[in-house]
């Protein structure tokens, strides 16, 4: 987990959107990138008010991973909660 920080400051760095997206593609395994993709799609779906129950049946999710979801959303100083309010 130490490296999390590194590779978060060099992409905060970079400024290309097909560099950083071949970089997840290679690094990342197609069920990685898939579950990435698909935490990403179930914080969306969160923050617009969907229920919990409807995202589980449309993503094909568990239960508990959104309950996970849900919780990081309210969190106080919600790094999901930034990243949306500040890119959608």
């Not at 593609?25 to 779906?45: C, D, H, P």
């Amino acid at each position: 987990m130490e490296n999390i920080g590194e590779l978060a400051k060099i992409l905060a760095e970079i400024q290309d959107k097909e560099l950083i997206e071949g970089f997840l593609v290679s690094i990342l395994t197609k069920n990685e990138l898939k579950e990435i993709s698909g935490r990403w799609e179930l914080v969306k779906m969160l923050d617009k008010g969907i229920s919990q129950r409807k995202i589980a049946k449309e993503l094909g999710m568990s239960l508990c991973k959104i309950t996970r979801g849900s919780r990081e959303l309210k969190k106080e100083n919600s790094a999901f909660k930034r990243v949306i309010e500040k890119h959608l």
